[in-house]
Each structure stands twice: as C-alpha cells, then as structure tokens.
C-alpha cells in the first residue's frame, strides 16, 4: 500500500513551507502544460525571509551552499504543491532540477552544491525523484542569494 507524499514528507519531518510569491517580476511561479509541471526558480527563504545571502567559497561554505539548495528546493515543493489539484500526490517523476550557484571563480564543487536540492528531491519521492540535472556557478544572483533552483516534473494529466 502507496502512501501520500504528505505522509511522506511528515515521515521525514518536512514541513512544506508556503509557496513564496514572486518577488520582482510578472511571472508564473508554476505553469503545467500537459503531463509537465514547470517551476520557477526558487531562492532560499524561510519564514519569508531571504537566506544565505554572499557567495560559495567566499562568505559561505560548502555545507551552508547545500543548505540554502536545500531550502530553495522545499519553495520548489511548495510552488508544485500549490499549483496541482492533489498537490505533490500529483507528481509522477521529478524529470529535471536546474541549481545556480553564486561562486568564486576559485571554487569548483557547484554540482556538490546542488546536490542539497537534489538529495531532497530523492528523500521525498524516492526513485520517482530520481532526475536529470544542471548545475551551473555564477557571478551574481537575485537579491545576493547563493542559489537558485528550477524544476521540471511529469504529473497526472
């Protein structure tokens, strides 16, 4: 016998937080199109509050990068969550995760980074969280925050 993803997640005890609204553009934070759910990228807030501001390698660590994708991707479960009918029930497979990480140009453990969102993504749904991924390090993100991750998922039509 399957159980919820939201026995699941209180299994695990993960609190879904509630799905941030955008914060500086005039954006879908969710779109489905047909048996796809597409999820903006998602910046690391708790509470409401952006965190893990500043640069890996520079004024955070590698374990305080991996937080903070992590954290962006629960806003990522929270934006599926609220944009489907029977919210994260309705996920099939996570098909695709896309991490950006604020680095130095010294640093070089980007994927390690994204393996924070990614380690979620697997804890939740378990092989069905099983997906491609790209992990990219930049110079600058919205708002001074670390990372940003964005999702792909296959749903229920």
């Known amino acids: 016998m399957s159980t919820s993803i939201d026995a699941r997640l209180a299994a695990l005890g993960i609190v879904l937080p509630p799905a941030p609204a955008?914060?500086?553009a005039r954006i879908r934070m969710a779109r489905k199109l047909g048996n796809l759910l597409f999820v903006s990228g998602q910046l690391p807030t708790v509470n409401g509050e952006l965190r893990?501001?500043?640069r890996v390698g520079d004024t955070l660590d590698l374990a305080q990068a991996q937080e903070a994708a992590r954290a962006s991707a629960l806003?990522?479960?929270a934006q599926a969550h609220a944009a489907l009918p029977n919210g994260l029930d309705d996920i099939v497979s996570v098909v695709n995760l896309r991490g950006f990480v604020a680095a130095t140009p010294d640093f070089v453990r980007i994927a390690e980074v994204?393996?924070?969102a990614s380690d979620l993504m697997v804890e939740v749904f378990g092989e069905a969280g099983a997906h491609t991924r790209t992990a990219v390090g930049v110079n600058s993100m919205p708002h001074g925050v670390v990372v940003e991750i964005e999702a792909m998922f296959e749903v229920v039509v």
Request: charged share 10%; no cysteine.
């Open 22 to 24: 955008a914060r500086a």
């Open 52 to 54: 893990h501001v500043g």
């Open 75 to 77: 806003n990522v479960l």
């Open 114 to 116: 994204v393996n924070g």
